[in-house]
């Protein structure tokens, strides 16, 4: 069974760093396409990040430069680094196995608040 | 900057057929896209629901189908229940490892 447990979010004030965890089970996290996606509170949802399972990355505009997605394959984890934060970065963030470009299994996502 | 359009709300009675749609602010939508639909219920994780256009996820119930009408990927429920009321995204891939989500629609089965 295919299982994501987000952690690391929390309260973080602007221009702080934080780093996020995704926990994979069920399946290699280094054969898999891995994503975030966030969702600002009472907002829709923003694709942030993908990483392939070559190792190819990719971003969205509004986080080039400050986010960093990475993996871990010994540990069989994802992670996202955040640096520069900004309160509009304030969400809660779904680590998300993306295959046959489909967001396939979703997280249950932690909250990450951006504000001093 | 692309923008992915959805209407902000819909409404349906039960029983009755909605679709919903997701188009670009400049431009069409096609199968290069990779339209996919998502479902989600306040306070829970997205559910997927479509994938590549008109692909059902396991577990999905046939009611739901995926399509391309005229310019725009389109989300069609045949039947609609009480328990479809939810928040419906698309994404559409953009090309070059980049996402893109539509604002979401918003439907009432009432």
């Known amino acids: 069974e295919v299982q994501l447990v987000e952690s690391g979010g929390g309260l973080i004030q602007p221009g702080g760093s934080l780093r996020l965890s995704c926990a994979a089970s069920g399946f290699t996290v280094s054969y898999s396409y891995m994503s975030w996606v966030r969702q600002a509170p009472g907002k829709g949802l923003e694709w942030v990040s993908i990483?392939?399972?070559?190792?190819?990355?990719y971003y969205a505009d509004s986080v080039k430069g400050r986010f960093t997605i990475s993996r871990d394959s010994s540990k069989n984890t994802v992670y996202l680094q955040m640096n520069s934060l900004r309160g509009e970065d304030t969400a809660v963030y779904y680590c998300?196995?993306?295959?046959?470009?489909?967001?396939?299994?979703w997280g249950q996502g932690t909250l990450v608040t951006v504000s001093s | 900057q692309t923008v992915v359009t959805q209407e902000p709300s819909f409404s349906v009675s039960p029983g009755g057929t909605v679709t919903l749609t997701c188009g670009l602010s400049s431009g069409s939508v096609s199968t290069t896209h990779y339209a996919s639909w998502y479902q989600q219920t306040p306070g829970q994780a997205p559910r997927t629901l479509i994938y590549?256009?008109?692909t059902r996820s396991s577990g999905v119930p046939d009611r739901f189908s995926g399509s391309i009408l005229g310019n725009k990927a389109a989300l069609t429920i045949t039947g609609a229940q009480s328990d479809d009321e939810s928040d419906y995204y698309c994404v559409l891939h953009m090309g070059s490892g980049i996402w893109v989500f539509g604002g979401g629609t918003k439907l009432t089965v009432l």
């Open positions: 590549t256009t008109n």
């Open positions: 998300v196995k993306t295959r046959d470009y489909s967001f396939e299994y």
């Open positions: 990483i392939y399972s070559g190792g190819n990355t």
